[in-house]
């Protein structure tokens, strides 16, 4: 069977721009940073701060402990940034920033943040009512995609792309079998 280079240098660019143009689609928003960060060990907090790769709405975002929840009012966004006021000084213990916002894209992000103080008060602080809501159906509609903080970076590919590349790759293929020399 011969190829013609023609044939060959096409499929090439054909993989290439595939391969070139998806990469941006399966990035997500995700978060950058917290304070306190994950696992790290704290003296005092009076505020929580998420900040994301990418502005973030609607903001839902508790501080949780041992004698229940610690988070005062609302969270507030600050660009990329959202920041929970926690009540009182935290007693020495462990504690958990449980976190879910729309990023840019509309896809839900949410985790975990676990940290510990130590050094800090020695008495329990009473902890607040729960008052905090769900996030709004609008949110919970959207499919749930999983951040690298919370799936340890693995990647989710949307269906939609998977049927893009499969129909460029039979698109791809037909062109090259239609252009293979054939015996007459």
């Known amino acids: 069977m011969n190829r013609s280079p023609f044939a060959a ?11 070139g143009t998806a990469a941006p689609a399966l990035a997500h928003d995700a978060l950058r940073e917290s304070n306190p960060a994950k696992d790290s060990t704290v003296t005092s907090v009076e505020q ?16 949780r ?7 005062q009012g609302q969270p507030v966004l600050d660009g990329k940034a959202v920041k929970q006021a926690v ?23 949410e ?9 800090g008060l020695k ?9 905090a809501t769900a996030p709004s159906a609008q949110a919970a509609d959207k499919p749930v995609q999983a951040s690298a903080e919370r799936s340890g970076g693995g990647v989710t590919f949307p269906i939609w792309l998977i049927i893009v590349v499969g129909a460029l790759a039979g698109i791809g293929i037909g062109f090259l079998l239609s252009m293979r020399n054939k015996k007459p």
Request: glycine residues 10%; aromatic residues 8%.
């Open 9 to 19: 240098l096409t499929a090439t660019l054909a993989a290439l721009l595939v391969l």
């Open 48 to 63: 929580v701060t998420l900040e994301f790769t990418a502005k973030v709405r609607m903001p839902f975002v508790i501080v």
């Open 65 to 71: 402990g041992d004698g229940g929840q610690f988070h």
């Open 87 to 109: 009540k009182g000084p935290l007693a020495d213990g462990k504690y958990v920033i449980a976190y879910r916002v729309v990023s840019s894209d509309g896809h839900p992000i």
């Open 111 to 119: 985790g975990e943040i676990p940290f510990t103080v130590k050094g």
């Open 123 to 131: 008495a329990a602080v009473s902890p607040e009512t729960p008052t």
